[in-house]
């Protein structure tokens, strides 16, 4: 399991952490996401079954893009 902590940005209130949530909702080896209003993401997944990279097109699909790794 890898743990990885984003600054992303497009965070603007409670609505954009939803939306980022759908999008990354039922990701292929995705274990645990967390996104709070000020646009620190906690992303869980298995990186046998998917990559950052990965999780960060299908956030991006929806308006959020990292600024820089925070950990």
Sequence with gaps: MTTATLQVTGIRCERCVLRLGKALEGHDGLE?????LMGHVVLS????RTSLDALLERMA?????PVESVA
Excluded: I, L
């Design 32 to 36: 645990f996401a967390n996104a709070n």
């Design 45 to 48: 997944y298995d990186e046998r």
């Design 61 to 65: 699909s929806v308006g959020f893009r």
